[in-house]
Nanobody, 125 residues
């Protein structure tokens, strides 16, 4: 069974950096993707970044592409490095795992698959 758990959130000030982590267990297939999502106050959940289990097939949304990086140590430890944080980055951040052929940036592929509980990131002035 695939299990997902995020950690590393907290509060930072504008312009600071933060790295949040995701531990994934039970995923080993080459069709697996790991995605980061966020849901800000009063907003719908949005996909932020996705990456294949082999570290390839990376996708990051345009609004954060110059500030966020998705990476991994191995197939278990995954990271979202967030630089130059802004108040609009305040959100609950979720890690999810999908088994899909469609690509790691197709956010609908993560629905009804494996999700963590989320970690809160707050950016303040």
């Amino acid at each position: 069974k695939v299990q997902v758990m995020e950690s590393g959130g907290g509060s930072v000030q504008i312009g600071e950096s933060m790295r949040i982590s995701c531990v994934v267990s039970g995923a080993s297939g080459y069709r697996h993707c790991v995605g980061w999502f966020r849901q800000g106050p009063g907003k719908e959940r949005e996909g932020v970044a996705g990456i294949g289990l082999d570290g390839g097939s990376q996708y990051i949304i345009d609004s954060v592409r110059d500030r966020f990086t998705i990476s991994r140590d191995n197939t278990k430890n995954w990271y979202l490095q967030m630089n130059s944080l802004r108040p609009e980055d305040t959100a609950m951040y979720y890690c999810a795992v999908a088994e899909t052929w469609a690509g790691c940036g197709v956010w609908s592929e993560y629905e009804n698959q494996y999700w963590g509980q989320g970690t809160q990131v707050t950016v303040s002035s």
